[in-house]
């Protein structure tokens, strides 16, 4: 299985609302474009899309709808709240293991936890700008993960 991981654009800054309602901004929806532009040209698809439900996140999974052509619904989980564990995560995406490949949207610093542990490295560090996209391949669906590290994108780079 394929596994891309998307860190959520640029957001609205920290203000007198709930962090959870905090949406993309103009520059935040380009930058994710650029990636998922570059992502769908080199042949990106995912069979399942996860979305953490804080807006901005939903928001970018939204993005990831329209550039990359997913004909299904996004599916909001709580495994991917700031605050969740890559374990949650791991449990979710096991059980979805006849997937082909699943795009996930969400937040730091749990995604970079969830990369490393993906990766069976925990003490791997990942720096994931802002709409950078990662993909890993999974290998196995036991206990522990089994995945191999293929790309990152970063929309420096797209």
Known sequence: MDVYILRHGIAEERGAGRDADRALTDKGREKLNRVLQRAARAGVAATLILSS??????????????????????????????EAKPEDLW??????KNEGSILIAGHEPMLSATIAFLLGARDLRVDLKKGSLVHIQ?????????????????PRLA
């Open 138 to 154: 999974i290998d196995g669906f036991g206990v522990l993960p089994k995945g191999v590290l293929k790309w990152m994108l970063t």
């Open 91 to 96: 449990r979710e995406i096991r059980s979805r």
């Open 53 to 82: 439900p804080y807006k901005r996140a939903w928001q970018t999974a939204e993005v990831a709808v329209d550039l990359l052509k997913y004909k299904g619904k996004v599916t909001q989980t709580d495994a991917l709240l700031p």
